[in-house]
């Protein structure tokens, strides 16, 4: 299906485990996106991808890898989970692929990974 | 520091009334502003935008507000659906390759 998936949608894991969340979008849009949604704090920007290769960090980087060795693909990997980092994630892709976004550039969103870390 | 502030958490308003949510920003170099809107279990989607040379746009049953001395843009529904009940969210945009910073959001509820 064409858009934007992530996968898993729910996922439960252990404090200091690694965890992966994987996104996937067919628009080949060159701006890639991870945020997270938490009560009090809304949307905040985690680590963005301008194409493949190059990645930027956000408002709260930390304890966040990502990676873009294709264009399609922007997995974030929490090396080693803990408490604070249970949220909400959201992958997002950006269509503009023109020399530059922000300006007229809107978001599109995947439905979101729920992580609990226990 | 918050760049985007949406200063209600929750608003409720009757079917068919209007619905007027608020949001206010401090970056002076804020050239264009969105509102997406997000349902439980769901990404959020993009809604309606306005850039900073006008002072209104409308789609529809939505029309966003600019008033950029003020540093604030507000989105109107009218008339209010149940179908809007969500969270809406407020984001503006620097240009260039600065990434959108969002508000917090505020829950609509819209009760028929």
């Known amino acids: 299906d064409a858009g934007i998936t992530q996968s898993p949608r729910y996922k439960i894991t252990e404090t200091g485990r690694q965890v992966t969340l994987m996104c996937h979008q067919t628009?080949?849009?060159?701006?890639m996106f991870w945020y997270r949604q938490d009560l009090g704090h809304g949307l905040r920007l985690i680590y963005y991808s301008a194409a493949a290769d190059i990645t930027d960090k956000g408002e709260v980087p930390d304890g966040y890898v990502v990676s873009r060795s294709k264009t399609e693909n922007f997995p974030l990997t929490l090396e080693s989970a803990t408490r604070s980092q249970t949220s909400v994630y959201f992958c997002a892709s950006s269509e503009s692929d023109a020399g530059g976004w922000g300006t007229n550039e809107k978001l599109f969103f995947g439905s979101g990974t729920q992580l609990s870390v226990l | 520091d918050q760049q985007v502030k949406q200063n209600s958490p929750s608003l409720s308003v009757q079917e068919g009334r209007i619905s007027i949510l608020n949001c206010d920003y401090t970056n002076s170099m804020f050239d264009y502003f969105l509102w997406y809107k997000k349902y439980p279990a769901e990404g959020p989607t993009f809604l309606i935008s306005?850039?900073?040379?006008?002072d209104k746009n409308e789609d529809g049953r939505f029309t966003v507000f600019l008033n950029k001395s003020a540093k604030h843009l507000s989105l109107h529904i009218v008339p209010s659906q149940p179908g809007d009940s969500a969270v809406y969210f407020c984001?503006?945009?620097?240009?260039?390759?600065?990434?959108?910073?969002f508000g917090k959001g505020t829950r609509l509820s819209v009760i028929a």
């Open positions: 306005i850039s900073s040379i006008k």
């Open positions: 628009w080949s849009h060159s701006y």
């Open positions: 984001a503006a945009s620097a240009g260039g390759n600065t990434p959108l910073v």
